[in-house]
Every structure is written in C-alpha cells, then in structure tokens.
C-alpha cells in the first residue's frame, strides 16, 4: 500500500522529502561505491606494462559493468511485471533459451555463421530470443497466472531443458561446426571481444533509453493488473515493451557472460533493500548500479582475494542458491 | 513368469482407491508382462546396436569375435543401462512416499549432488580409490545430503509440493556449485562431466558389478514398500499404526542414498528420471506402492534403454551420452506433468 500511498500524495510533506532524500543518499552511495570499485578494478596491484594491463583491465572492465546493468536493470522490472520478487528472466530461463538458440543458428548455418559479422549475429539471435521470449511468456502467464511457485518450477526446468537441448544439438555437430559454436559461445569476463563489447554497450544504452519514458507506467503497473486498467494504464502495451526491453537487456548479458542464473535475483532483491522506494526510476538506477558494483567487486575479489581459484560464476550460484531458499521459505511463510 | 504375481494387488491399498485397484490383478499382472516383453526386445536391441553391428539374426549362433563384443562390452552394458533405471526409477518412488509429494526425487533433493560431492572427494583424498572406495564415500554424502534435506522440511513445514521441490532444486544446486568450486581449484572439472553426465560407453565386464547391489537393495525396498507410505503420513500417525517411524525412515534413506550413489559412481547422473518415472506410472496405475513398485523398476529400465538406444543412433557410430538424450527427455516430460497437475487442480 506505500506505493498507492506515495503515488497519491505527490505534496511534499516533511516524510516524504526526508523519504526522497534518504533514496537519493543511497542511489549516490552506490554511484559513489560502483566508481570506487571500477578504479580498484583498474589500478590495483598493476605489475610490468600499464599500457597493457590498462587496456586489459578496462575491456574486462567494460564488460562487467555493462552485464551488471543489463542484468541488474532487466531483473528489477521484471520482477515488477511478472508481479513476484523470485522470478528474473534468469530465473525463467531465458538466459539458456539465448545459448540454445546460438547453437541452433550454428547448427543450421554451419561454418556459414562465422561469415555474418559480430553485429549481424547479435542482431539476428537478439531477435530470435525476443520473439520466442515473449511466446513463453505469454504461454506461461496466460495458464499459471495464479501460482507463482509453478511458474518458477516451469521456468527453472525450461532453463534445464534448453540447455540439455542445447547440449545435445552440440554433440550433433560435425567437428567443424561445433569449433565455430565454441568460436562463438566461449565467453567469459576475462577474455572480451572488443566489437562484442561495443554492440552490447550500444544496445544496453539503446534498452535503457527505452526503458526510461515508461518507468512511471511501471510505477502504476506494480499496484496489479487491475488497479493499472482502472488508472489509464494500457497494461498490454506496459507489459510487452517492458518485457522486450529486459530480453534484449538479457541477450546482451548472455552474449557476453553467458548464463547467470541467480545474479539477477540478487541484484534486484539487494537493490530493493538499499533503495527504499516502489518508485521505479530509482529503483532501475539503484538495481543498475549495484548490479555493476556486484560484478566489478565480485570479479575483483575472485582475481585478488581467490588469486583465480574459482571463477564469479560458481560464487555467484553458490551465493545464490542459498539466497532463492532463503526467499522462498520468507515469502511462503507471509 | 514368474515375476508376475497376481495376489499382491489385492492388498488393501494405501493410497486412494483407483481404476487400476478396482479391476483386480489381472490388469496388473498382464501391465508386468507386457513390460517384460518390451523390455526383452529392448535389451535385444541394445545388444546388436553399436560401432561394429550384429545382425538380430547372429545373435543366436555367434561368431567368437561378436560372442566376445557381447560378453565383453554389449552385454554388462545393457545390464547396467536396466539396473540403473530400476534403481533410479525406485528411488524416486520411494522418496516420493516417504515425503508424500510427487516431485521430490534424488535429482530434486540433493541426494544426487551430494553423491557427486562424495566421488570428487573420493577423488581428491584417496589417491587411486577404486570403485568400492568412491561409492562407499558417496553413498555416505548421498545419506548426509538427503538427511540434510529431509531435515530442512521438517524444520520449515512448506505445504506446497511445488515450493518444496523448488528448495530441493536449489539444495542441489547449491551443493552442485561447492563441487564446481571444489573441482576447478583442483584442474577436475573434466572429470566432473562424468558423473553430471551419465554415459553407458565406458561400461565393459569388471566395471559395472557393483550396480548389482541395487537389486538387494530393492528388494529391502519392495518388502517396506507399504511401510514408506505410512511414514509418509507423519510420525504420530505411523506410530498408531505400529510402525516404528524411525527405523523406517531411515531404512528408506539408505535404500534411496544407496540406489543413488550407485549409479552416480558406475555411470553418472541422469536428472529428472527418478521424478518423471514413478508419476507417469502412477497416473496410470494409481497409488498402491507394491503394484506400483515392480512396474515402476520395469518403466525405468525402458526409459533408460530407449534414451540410450537413441543416443546410439542419433550420430550413428557416435554416441550421445544417456544424461544429455534423458535430460532432454525428462525435462520435457516434468514440464508437461507440472501443467497437468495445474489444469487438473483448476478444472
């Protein structure tokens, strides 16, 4: 009911200005936090040439922020329009429906992919994974639109799915065919394409710029379904350009990561807390900033701390899982 | 045959009264045949399929070199491919009674993470451990696990099926992800693929007899089976009935944790066989565990042998491993009993 409440009262009464100032105190931490982390990222311990590490660094660098936004971003209003703190496109699945369906277009192009540019590519496999996105969206929500937990269920075993599909066309692969997808698909946060880096920047921005004029519509969307159509919200539109934002948003991240399952949830769960308010321009700021501090610190942590033992990926599923427990024991004992 | 047994259907039943409870034993007795049958031809098939083909026709009269092809390697492996799909199949059910609810198995409760868990110790802190080694050691985090996760239940009281799975996934997970750490600090991730994958190719004669353990160990399980429902039911309401809660109880853990381990060490995991198997069965049959039991192991060792089949000929000589043709499979088959359940419970 705090949102109705702050929607409504749009006077600034002395709790709500002491309410704003406390948001804006925290989403400037956290500015404050990501640039602290990122110059931590890049000068840190730095031994033999700085031109060469530099270079590294800031590619790698790049490369974090922008999946810490994208995936922080997406999962926030994701979360909002799915209408559930526990599901984030991750979490539904999409991430490995995004590697399922590179495999496919190296399965049915062969050698023919490597040909077609990292933009074309992108561009081709983004479309793909939006379009067929939004049909599973719309098939789950239109027949599990109550239970909740069942639409997570389905969504985590989807991602099951897509993947053992994705691992089986894989093993179908002539030898040659399957060198290209590995061309393709191996990507982690230290070895970066730089033209990949410049699209998934590009498009992260383009998805952002997208996103903004409709975070008030999210606002409204937030209070349900039907509390939105009662307002003047055209809920349909809201809900499909919000969703094709955080599948584009997603694709980026995959691209250039691969599957996260849990960081999404985290992010977006973290930035909730932090940044008190349902409003969700702030909240799209905050997820997108703490997600890039996540990322930066994570990353720094594994390569300084770990010394490169384990990789972000493995920590990140380990402090995850404990984390959706955590959240599904909280939100089925309310 | 004289596997069918036409008087243990009529027992009274434990669960609700179904179709297949009403009509008698005879139903139940010809499903078994039919089973058998199926089976037959299966295992048949299985051995002539492979990079050096045997006519059908051969195999009544072999030459020495195909006699020792299917000595040596066709036969163990299709012995293992029907024991480790009983055992997970039997598995799953046992769990499912024990917890009455239809999707938790090992592969959704952790009990076949913590088993992996096991052989990669195994691995790291006995060097050289031979087969006995390695399942002893995961049979015991395949036990701690499962506990662990039956512990957890028991502490939050989750009603819903669907949340409790959903924790056990998760549990899995979790556990998945401190092998993962495990193995790459230690240069194994390779080596991990081979139990998260389960794969019959490597199985030839002297390395697959420990999967004979599982038909001791079901048969322990075949003789509780009505037992494990009981429990299920919850610890006062067993105990007027006289049953003694928890030796049962752990009875069903070990026979669970033993069955998992298994065949995580001799073959490697195949995820959502131990859940799909025993529900589809069950749709079919109903809930009367001893009927149930036996056509469950029967089911099982059939969905392991066609996926495995597949998996030969997909890319025929080459092989696709069990684990990526059953993952694909079983993935597909959960989703499609999930909304089932759903448009069932709204109707």
Redesign the interface.
């Known amino acids: 009911m705090t949102t109705l409440h702050s929607l409504l009262e749009l006077g600034s009464t002395p709790t709500e200005r002491r309410r704003d100032r406390a948001v804006r105190l925290s989403l400037l931490t956290l500015a404050a936090l990501a640039l602290a982390s990122c110059a931590a990222y890049l000068l840190y311990d730095v031994q033999g040439s700085w031109s060469y590490a530099l270079s590294l660094r800031s590619r790698q660098l790049g490369a974090l922020v922008v999946v810490g936004v994208a995936i922080g971003v997406s999962s926030v209003v994701f979360q909002t329009i799915a209408g559930s703190r526990i599901l984030t496109p991750s979490v539904m699945g999409f991430d490995s429906l995004y590697v399922l369906i590179q495999t496919v277009f190296v399965a049915s192009l062969g050698g023919a992919a490597l040909t077609l540019g990292v933009v074309e590519r992108f561009v081709v496999n983004a479309v793909l994974l939006a379009t067929f996105g939004v049909l599973l969206f719309r098939w789950l929500f239109r ?2 639109s ?2 909740l ?2 639409l ?3 969504g ?3 991602g ?2 897509f ?3 994705a ?2 066309m894989s ?2 692969l002539t030898p040659d065919d399957y060198l290209t997808l590995q061309q393709l698909t191996f990507a982690s946060f230290t070895t970066v394409n730089p033209t990949l880096l410049g699209v998934a920047a590009l498009v992260t921005v383009a998805g952002l710029a997208a996103l903004v004029p409709m975070l008030r519509q999210v606002d409204v969307v937030d209070l349900g379904k039907d509390n939105a159509i009662a307002l003047g919200v055209d809920y349909h539109r809201v809900v499909t350009r919000v969703l094709l934002v955080s599948v584009l948003l997603v694709a980026v991240s995959a691209a250039l990561v691969g599957p996260m ?1 849990f960081l999404g949830l985290i992010v977006a769960n973290l930035a909730r807390q932090v940044v008190r308010t349902n409003r969700h321009r702030a909240l799209a700021i905050g997820a997108g900033l703490l997600g890039a501090v996540i990322c930066v610190l994570g990353q720094f942590i594994v390569a300084h701390v770990f010394g490169l ?3 972000f990926s ?2 990140v ?2 402090v995850g ?2 984390y ?2 955590i959240l ?2 909280r939100t ?1 004992r309310l | 045959m004289t596997l069918a047994r036409p008087a243990v259907a009529d027992r009274p039943t434990a669960g609700p009264v179904t179709g297949a409870d009403r009509r008698g034993g005879r139903v139940h007795g010809r499903h078994l045949l039919v089973g058998l049958l199926l089976l037959a031809i299966g295992s048949y098939l299985s051995l002539s399929i492979g990079a050096v083909k045997i006519p059908l026709g051969d195999m009544f009269h072999p030459s020495e070199q195909q006699w020792r092809i299917i000595t040596l390697s066709r036969m163990p492996r299709t012995i293992a491919i029907l024991l480790a799909g009983a055992a997970l199949a039997v598995a799953g059910l046992i769990m499912q009674r024990i917890t009455q609810n239809s ?1 938790v198995s090992p592969s959704t409760s952790g009990t076949v993470e913590a088993a992996i868990f096991g052989v990669l110790l195994a691995t790291l802190l006995v060097p050289g451990a031979g087969l006995t080694d390695k399942m002893l050691i995961a049979l015991a985090t395949a036990l701690i696990g499962t506990f662990g996760f039956l512990q957890i239940l028991q502490r ?1 009281r ?1 009603r ?1 099926p ?2 409790v ?3 056990g ?3 899995g ?2 556990i ?3 092998t ?2 495990l193995a ?2 230690n240069d194994l991730l390779q080596l991990l693929e081979i139990w998260t ?1 389960a794969s019959f190719s490597s199985i030839q004669a002297g390395q697959y007899e420990p999967l004979y353990l599982v038909v001791f160990v079901g048969a322990v399980g075949y003789l509780f089976a009505d037992r494990f429902t009981v429990v299920g039911m919850g610890r006062e309401f067993a105990t007027n009935l006289g049953v003694n809660y928890r030796f049962v109880l752990y009875v069903g853990l070990i026979v669970v944790s033993v069955m998992a381990a298994t065949v995580v060490v001799v073959v490697g995991s195949i ?2 066989l131990g859940l799909i198997v025993p529900n589809i069965v069950r749709i079919w049959l109903g809930d009367n565990v001893r009927v149930v039991l036996p056509v469950t192991a029967l089911a099982g060792a059939g969905f392991v042998l066609a996926c495995d089949i597949v998996g030969r000929l ?2 025929y000589p080459y092989e ?2 069990v684990g ?2 059953g ?2 499979v079983g ?2 088959v ?2 499609w009993l ?2 089932r359940a ?2 069932k419970g ?1 109707a």
Request: glycine share 6%; net charge positive; charged share 10%.
């Open positions: 027949r599990n109550r239970n937990y069942v997570v269920m389905i985590i075993v989807l099951a799915f993947q053992s599909l691992v089986l093993r179908v399952l033992t384990t990789t493995v920590v599923n380990l899982g404990v959706f427990i599904l024991l089925t | 999707y939050v989750v819903d669907i949340v799975a959903l924790i996934i998760m549990y997970g979790v998945g992800a401190l993962t750490y790459y600090r994958t995820p959502f997909i890319r696709i491993p990526v043709v993952g694909v993935a597909g959960f989703i999930i909304v759903q448009s709204r």
